[in-house]
């Protein structure tokens, strides 16, 4: 399920970015490693912190 419409677009654009520079595979299991680490930039931190780390297991990205 999509659930990008809570999302801004800066927000979205950051996690395009991190998923072009972490593979197409892999991103949302980096991402949730470097939100244990706190080692994520701080956009993606930010949201983290504002929707939790378990709404990364339901969202999806555009495929383009």
Do not use: C, Y
């Not at 999509?2 to 998923?19: M, V």
């Amino acid at each position: 399920m999509s659930n990008q419409g809570s999302l801004t677009p800066s927000q979205l654009d950051a996690l395009l970015e991190w998923r072009d520079e972490h593979g197409d595979q892999n991103w949302k299991h980096k991402l949730t490693l470097a939100w244990i680490r706190a080692s994520a930039p701080a956009p993606l931190h930010a949201l983290r912190n504002s929707h939790g780390p378990s709404w990364l297991d339901s969202f999806t990205l555009p495929n383009n």
